[in-house]
C-alpha cells in the first residue's frame, strides 16, 4: 500500500529564510505525488502534484518540489518564507489501482518568525 | 466558479446519537471523496464516489459510517451511533474524472463534529 512519511511536525524558519519541507514516500507502483496546504479553518488547497512528466516540480506562492525516486523523497522547498505562508502542510500520494483518492502524511505545521 | 459546500460548518452531539453531513461537490464533478481528519493527523480517506457508484469504502468504518450519492451530484454522510472518537474535521473533495489517477482534488472547508 502506499504511505507517506512527513519528517517534523513543526517547522520554524525566519522570513526571507528557505522552507524545507520533507516527504518521504512509500509505493510499489511508480506514485502520484502531492503537496496540499491548509489554513486555519479552511479546506486544502492544492500547492503542486508530481505526475512523472518532470521531476521538478513548479507550484503556485512560489512553491517547488522535486521528485527523487533513488530517496524515495518528495521534499517541498520555498527560497524564501513569508509571513503569509504560516500554515500546515500535507504531502499525499495517490492511492492507485483506478481508486485515486489520497493517503496523506501527518502534516507539518510552518511557523515563520519574523 | 463555486467550490465545494458543505454543511453544517459545526455539529456538537452526545454519544450514541446520530449526525449526518451533506456536500455538494463542484459543478460537473463526477468524482466526489469523504475524508475524516483528527485534529493533529493528516485526512484519511473514507469513501469514494464515482457518479452514484463506490470506487472505495476499504476504510469506511461500515457498522457506524454511511454514505450514499443517490443522483450522482449532492451526498450525504452518516455515522450512527456516533462514538467520542469520531470527534474529528470532514471534509468532502470533489474531481472531473480523466484518464489519470492525478486528477486535482478540491476540498470543502468541512464539518467540524464534537462528539461529548
Known amino acids: 500500500a502506499q504511505s507517506v512519511t512527513q519528517l517534523g511536525s513543526h517547522v520554524s524558519v525566519s522570513e526571507g529564510a528557505l522552507v524545507l519541507l520533507r516527504c518521504n514516500y512509500s509505493s510499489s507502483v511508480p506514485p502520484y505525488l502531492f503537496w496540499y496546504v491548509q489554513y486555519p479553518n479552511q479546506g486544502l488547497q492544492l500547492l503542486l502534484k508530481y505526475t512523472s512528466a518532470a521531476t521538478l516540480v513548479k507550484g503556485i506562492n512560489g512553491f517547488e518540489a522535486e521528485f527523487k525516486k533513488s530517496e524515495t523523497s518528495f521534499h517541498l522547498t520555498k527560497p524564501s518564507a513569508h509571513m503569509s505562508d504560516a500554515a500546515e502542510y500535507f504531502c499525499a500520494v495517490s492511492r492507485g489501482g483506478g481508486a485515486d483518492g489520497l493517503t496523506f502524511g501527518k502534516g507539518t505545521h510552518l511557523i515563520i518568525q519574523p | 466558479e463555486a467550490g465545494v459546500a458543505q454543511s453544517p460548518r459545526y455539529k456538537i452531539i452526545e454519544k450514541r446519537q446520530s449526525v449526518a453531513f451533506w456536500c455538494n461537490p463542484i459543478s460537473g464533478h463526477a468524482t466526489l471523496y469523504w475524508y475524516q481528519q483528527i485534529l493533529g493527523q493528516g485526512p484519511k480517506l473514507l469513501i469514494q464516489f464515482q457518479n452514484n457508484g463506490v470506487v472505495d469504502d476499504s476504510q469506511l468504518p461500515k457498522d457506524r459510517f454511511s454514505a450514499e450519492r443517490l443522483k450522482g451530484v449532492d451526498s450525504t454522510l452518516k455515522i450512527q451511533p456516533a462514538k467520542l472518537e469520531d470527534s474529528a474535521v470532514y471534509l468532502c473533495?470533489?474531481?472531473?474524472?480523466?484518464?489519470?489517477?492525478?486528477?486535482?482534488?478540491?476540498f470543502g472547508p468541512g464539518t467540524r463534529l464534537t462528539v461529548l
Open positions: 473533495a470533489s474531481s472531473f474524472p480523466g484518464q489519470t489517477s492525478y486528477n486535482e482534488q478540491f
